[in-house]
């Protein structure tokens, strides 16, 4: 007879490997993983019925703990998937009664605690994203991370915030997700992430008990945003607008942003940010499935067998539990959604600027965006290239709609601009 798959868990404390220490005494290993924008934890468990856990063997709160939980025999005997659950401040300890236990709450947070509890006050001035997560990560000693696109910042304000919340928000307003894992700051773009290929399969069948629990919903669901951002000659507002569909096109749900941006790439990025952020939570799965070790935070996973709830989703936070009773994991997941781009296109020029200076024959430099089929509200329309084109058609010709007041066709393959655009929209 063959060995049965079972899970156990390991543990080091400050660089010694407490197999021996704890294999009398280990109740229960809970292991937190998220995606994004809190600390992963671990939460040990173990019985003190001899009080020696607070006396002789009390531990000390900063102690490093690095975590490991093995699945053996996981896909076939002598296969074992072994998970580094990474690496964890001890940051609160407890005690308790009836029966006799203790309780080791670990964050994946730096040594020194004022990482998240000093808070700080700090004009950054010419800054990006990447730039402010290298010197805080600089500041605590931690390895930075990044990938996906930076962004530049021409001043942000850091007001009473703790470096960690700082940092969080930031990466929220811009569209990336963060968190810190085995001693690092890890930044990456959700949306590349999204893209990947899938780690697992998910069926009815995987959730155990048939515990689980699908929502879908419409409030907080967008096709698009507009948002206004400050000209940086006169300060003039400019109002622009990003979607993945026309603005006033049947069925398109327009996100109305009230903060200013302070430049055109900083208004597209956070429009672009708040948009998929508010559509993650369209559609949303939840629940108990049968421990797999590939199903972690920041991955894909394939859903199927479950009708309308099939699909590809992301997993937001994995918590998987080991005990003598034996394991459990619970996922929250939410749908892959179509995502809005972050790349910034170019400044829209006022209007003030462009109707009095071009005329129908001049050649033209097309910024990027949308083209339309006809010039009237609510005409269906594309994305096409930036490059050069010809100005066909302008807002005196007959039957002109206005929404969309010049007509551009393109002049090389750099384009393929070919119909009614918007005001601004070339130089």
Known sequence: MGD??????GFRFNGKNMKEELKDYLTSVTYTDVASGSSDQLDITIQNIEMDWLNRKYPVKGDRVDGTITFRNWEKEGRDKRLSCGIF?????KYSGGPLAAQFGCL???ANGSFQTRERTKTWKEVTVHGIAKEIAGKYGLQLNCSGPDVKINSIEQSQKT???FLYEICNTYGMSMKVYNNAIVIYDQTSQEKKSSSAELTRESFVDDNWEYEDALVG??????ISYKSG???EEISVYVGMKAENAAGSRVLKID???????DAYHKAAAKVNRSNESATKLSGEIWPNPKICAGATVRVKGMGKANGKYFVEKSTIEVSGSGTKQNVEMHRCQRR?????KAAPIPASQTSRNYKTGDIVNFSGGMHYVSSHPGAKGQSAKAGPAKITLGPDSAGNGKAHPWHLVHTDNTSNVYGWVDEGSFS
């Open 4 to 9: 049965p798959r079972r899970v156990s868990a």
């Open 259 to 265: 903060e200013t941006a302070d430049s055109v790439s």
């Open 108 to 110: 994946a947070i730096p």
């Open 340 to 344: 809005l781009s972050y790349a910034p």
């Open 221 to 226: 669901i967008y096709t698009g945003a507009r």
């Open 233 to 235: 000659n006169d300060s």
């Open 89 to 93: 401040v001890l940051d609160n300890i």
């Open 163 to 165: 470096d960690s919340a």
